[in-house]
């Protein structure tokens, strides 16, 4: 049961637009999503967060919307860069369980 | 402050052997959880370890093992090694249980099984 599903394996878009990465999910109990970006043998770190009580969570070029009833939320990157290029994970976490559940993720190419 | 260290970086193992991965978190983190990530399935929670006992556990056989240390150092043990076990192992630490702060992960030990 994939309970967080990013059904774009990749995304190419050039440098200086905008990237929308989008996560679809199917448990109403989570309390908050993250998102996390990997570069290639590295570990996964941190980007923004929103908790599931707010709709909206911007932080510089990176803006996380979220919307309940729909179960989907969204990652906005304004202007691109080349260095985003990375895959992006979206995670649920809380909920009964507690625990941080990744969807499968999203490879970003920002082209130059 | 040092990062989330796991050793080895890499390993390659026989089917049928047995495997012990570490991982030290940050200084002063008392939760570690493990993570399998192979190509296709994103990261699946294996188990989480808070103040040496585990918390919190993930869907996978009982051949994956785990222990926390007092100094929260963090092994996970594989059994009766199968070829699908080949994968990206990752380690996370964070301030406290449950991950209501975010989790900071270590590089990944990448394990082949042959």
């Known amino acids: 049961d994939q309970q967080v599903k990013q059904n774009s394996p990749s995304l190419s878009v050039q440098e200086g637009r905008i990237s929308i990465l989008n996560c679809d999910y199917t448990?109403?109990?989570?309390?908050?999503f993250l998102w996390y970006k990997k570069y290639p043998a590295e570990g996964p770190t941190f980007l923004i967060s929103?908790?599931?009580?707010?709709d909206k969570n911007e932080d510089g070029r990176f803006t996380v919307f979220l919307n309940k009833s729909a179960k989907h939320l969204s990652l906005h990157i304004v202007p691109s860069q080349p260095g985003d290029s990375a895959v992006y994970f979206c995670?649920?976490?809380?909920?009964?369980?507690?625990?941080?559940?990744f969807g499968t993720g999203t490879l970003l190419a920002v082209q130059p | 402050k040092a990062g989330v260290t796991q050793t080895p970086r890499y390993l390659i193992k026989t089917r049928g052997q047995q495997v012990t991965l570490s991982c030290s978190p940050i200084?002063?983190?008392?939760?570690v959880s493990w993570y399998q990530q192979t190509p296709g399935q994103g990261l699946q929670f294996l188990f989480e370890?808070?103040?040496?006992?585990?918390?919190n556990k993930g869907n996978f056989p009982g051949r994956f093992s785990g222990r926390q240390f007092s100094n929260s150092r963090s092994e996970m043990n594989v059994s009766t090694l199968e070829l699908g076990d080949s994968a990206l192992y990752l380690c996370?630490?964070?301030?406290?249980?449950?991950?209501?702060?975010?989790?900071?992960f270590g590089q990944g030990t990448r394990l082949t099984v042959v």
């Open positions: 929103i908790s599931s009580i707010k």
């Open positions: 370890y808070f103040s040496e006992t585990q918390r």
């Open positions: 995670v649920g976490g809380g909920g009964a369980t507690n625990k941080l559940i």
């Open positions: 996370a630490s964070s301030l406290d249980a449950g991950f209501k702060l975010e989790a900071f």
């Open positions: 448990n109403s109990m989570f309390d908050y």
């Open positions: 200084s002063g983190h008392r939760s």
